[in-house]
Every structure is written in structure tokens, then in C-alpha cells.
């Protein structure tokens, strides 16, 4: 069982900043790729930014060029750092990795609330 401890979330101003961030208990360097989700009340969750052992980084067409997915190897920590925050970038935010064996897990979420 991997448990993903994510923080950061908060409320903002639209075009404002946060840095979301999540803890992996597990190396990293062992997983198939880390990413984040977001999920707003009734709707599914969709990904937001992902990145893959070997360095690849895909984004969701809304948050590209405001939101950027990074990992700290030493750290074992993956984030997003989200500028120039919208009212629709409101949701829950989960972290999710993909261990090597194709396990799954999920982080338990963290608010993000964008609003004047």
C-alpha cells in the first residue's frame, strides 16, 4: 500500500498562484509515472499534468503553459505549481502514481478554490 500525502490546496484570487505538493512514501525513481487529477461535484476526474519515469510531461489543453508538473528525486515528492489560477481551475486536486507493477494509488485530495 503506497499512501500519497498531498498539500498545498487552498483559496486564491483569479491570477494567483499555489504549489501543490504530494509525498510519496516509496522511491520515485520506482514508479511508472506521478500525476496529478482534478475533480469537480458530479463531474469525472481528469487529468491535469503527468509525468513519466523517463522525464515526459503531458498537460491538459486548459492548463497548459500555466501549470507546471515537477518531481524532487531526493525528495520523493512530486508537484504542480499552478500560475495565473481561473474560478474554473476550482476542484479537487489528487495526486496519482503508477508503480512499475502497474499498481495504482491515489492521494487523498487537496481544495483548491479560485475566487475574488
Known amino acids: 500500500q503506497v499512501q500519497l500525502v498531498e498539500s498545498g490546496g487552498g483559496l486564491v484570487q483569479p491570477g494567483g498562484s499555489l504549489r501543490l505538493s504530494c509525498a510519496v512514501p516509496?522511491?520515485?525513481?520506482?514508479?511508472?509515472?506521478m500525476g496529478w487529477y482534478r475533480q469537480t461535484p458530479g463531474k469525472q476526474r481528469d487529468l491535469v499534468a503527468r509525468?513519466?519515469?523517463?522525464?515526459?510531461?503531458n498537460y491538459a489543453d486548459s492548463v497548459q503553459g500555466r501549470f507546471t508538473i515537477s518531481r524532487d528525486n531526493a525528495e520523493n515528492s512530486v508537484f504542480l505549481q499552478m500560475n495565473n489560477l481561473k474560478p474554473e481551475d476550482t476542484a479537487t486536486y489528487y495526486c496519482?502514481?503508477?508503480?512499475?507493477?502497474?499498481?495504482?494509488?491515489w492521494g487523498q485530495g487537496t481544495q483548491v478554490v479560485v475566487s475574488s
Open positions: 516509496v522511491s520515485i525513481l520506482s514508479l511508472n509515472s
Open positions: 509525468v513519466t519515469n523517463s522525464g515526459s510531461r
Open positions: 496519482r502514481v503508477i508503480t512499475a507493477a502497474g499498481y495504482v494509488y
